[in-house]
């Protein structure tokens, strides 16, 4: 079936460099995608998204890359902090679906910042 | 934006007993979701509602589970008869109508004796 995966579980980088998370998805319907940071015991916290109209979006310290050739996603972290490590979720939607609504996840990937 | 709440934070049971958890809502969100969530695993849809209509379900959700949004605000989701596989973290979250992202709150673990 249809299923949104991360190139890697684990991913450890030292304080201040960048980081780049991969995600791949194979639903070619897919049309919006959420990258969501999850901390030991809350829920997943949203961090950015992008529709599938776009190929490059940016926030505050972040971007996310959509490669639709290719059906790739990345979320790239800049000048990364202690407080970034997390487990990592990229989420797909495609909205034609009928009633579209909800998000398939992929398993995640461990961000480890060391000082 | 209070966020997404849920009630209970926790719950240890035995098994074989009925469990009902609650999600409260971002109060202008009309779009209401049930995911678990299991050890080192990305969260699985269970099911979801537009207002106090539940519009899907998945697979996952056989018949001892049930989901109800009466009023179109929270939500409960019960398990009936749980199983030791039942064990997870219920995931409760809620967006606008749309391409919208899913504001998710702090889930309820269940815990199967």
């Known amino acids: 079936g249809e299923s949104v995966g991360l190139h890697l579980p684990t991913l450890s980088v030292q304080e201040g460099d960048n980081s780049i998370i991969n995600c791949a998805y194979s639903?070619?319907?897919?049309?919006?995608f959420i990258w969501y940071k999850q901390e030991s015991g809350k829920g997943p916290q949203f961090i950015i998204d992008i529709r599938s109209n776009m190929d490059k979006r940016q926030g505050q310290r972040v971007t996310v890359l959509l490669n639709k050739t290719v059906k790739h996603l990345s979320l790239q972290i800049a000048a990364t902090q202690p407080g970034d490590s997390a487990v990592y979720f990229c989420a797909e939607m495609d909205a034609w679906n009928t009633n579209a609504g909800k998000s398939t996840f992929g398993d995640g990937t461990t961000l480890t910042v060391k000082p | 934006d209070t966020g997404v709440s849920q009630d209970p934070r926790h719950k240890i049971t035995k098994r074989g007993q009925n469990v009902t958890f609650r999600c409260d809502p971002i109060?202008?969100?009309?779009?209401l979701y049930w995911y678990r969530q299991t050890l080192g695993q990305g969260p699985e849809f269970l099911t979801y509602f537009q207002n106090e209509a539940q519009l899907e379900k998945s697979r996952l959700l056989s018949d001892r589970f049930s989901a109800e949004r009466p009023k179109g605000s929270f939500s409960t989701l019960e398990i009936q008869r749980t199983e030791q596989g039942d064990s997870a973290m219920y995931l409760c979250?809620?967006?606008?109508?749309?391409?919208?992202?899913?504001?998710f709150g702090d889930g309820t673990r269940l815990s199967i004796l």
């Open positions: 639903n070619s319907a897919s049309d919006y």
């Open positions: 979250a809620s967006s606008r109508e749309g391409l919208q992202p899913q504001h």
């Open positions: 109060s202008e969100h009309n779009r």
